[in-house]
């Protein structure tokens, strides 16, 4: 089983849309998790941490279950200049480097 | 320059060549990160420096692949023997002091990428 399994997609969606990501994650004694977005052909860049109780950043709201070892992100009112890779990341205990799911690409149409 | 630097940008070499990737990152950060993203792939962890020793390699794919820094800076991706399956994205990454733990605020800054084409 990977460490960090999410859905490859692609999704495509109106503007305007909720789009939900989702993300499984294998290494239960894992501490930390973000978000991060790649554009193509470009770098990773984090869009957001996920808190234990849940947080949310302007249009997107990103939760964690340990339990389930389940994380989200919901993002609303999709626009075009969403179109992107949406990768889950996380890292394991004692600082290890982050660990990159595979991402689930999302296209957003007009 | 205020970002990570990597060059190449692409490289193209022939099966069985040896390369090398150099990785410049921000001024002051002490870690440093080499990551493979495949095509349709996430970025697969390859090897991390604190300082001028390499913290952990564990993702280093066989002994074709060494990385060194010597100075605590820039750093190099060594490929020997090169083959058609190393052909990748080769993403380098750096941090203030490599604590990467949500509850630190620390980031990661990637650089662009070398693009490498092993024909």
């Known amino acids: 089983r990977k460490e960090v399994e999410q859905d490859p997609g692609p999704f495509n969606v109106p503007e305007g849309a909720t789009v939900a990501f989702n993300c499984t994650y294998s290494n239960s004694a894992s501490q930390s998790f973000f978000w991060y977005r790649q554009d193509c052909r470009k770098e990773p860049k984090l869009l957001m941490s996920v808190y234990s109780s849940g947080n949310e950043d302007g249009r997107f709201t990103a939760q964690l279950n340990r339990a389930s070892q389940y994380i989200s992100l919901l993002m609303r009112d999709s626009k075009l200049s969403d179109s992107a890779t949406y990768l889950c990341?996380?890292?394991?205990?004692?600082?290890?480097?982050?660990?990159f799911g595979k991402g689930t690409r999302l296209s957003v149409i007009a | 320059g205020a970002g990570v630097s990597q060059t190449p940008s692409n490289k193209v070499t022939e099966k069985g060549k040896y390369v090398e990737l150099r990785c410049d990152p921000i001024s002051g950060h002490t870690a440093l990160y080499w990551y493979r993203q495949s095509l349709g792939q996430g970025p697969e962890f390859l090897i991390y420096?604190?300082?001028?020793?390499?913290?952990?390699d564990s993702g280093l794919p066989n002994d074709r692949f060494f990385a060194v820094r010597p100075e605590g800076s820039v750093s190099t991706l060594k490929i020997q023997r090169t083959e058609r399956g190393d052909s990748a994205v080769y993403l380098c990454?750096?941090?203030?002091?490599?604590?990467?733990?949500?509850?630190?605020?620390?980031?990661?800054?990637f650089g662009s990428g070398t693009q490498l084409s092993v024909l």
């Open positions: 990454a750096s941090s203030p002091h490599g604590q990467l733990e949500r509850t630190t605020n620390e980031k990661l800054f």
């Open positions: 420096f604190q300082g001028t020793g390499a913290a952990d």
């Open positions: 990341v996380v890292i394991g205990a004692g600082n290890r480097p982050l660990v």
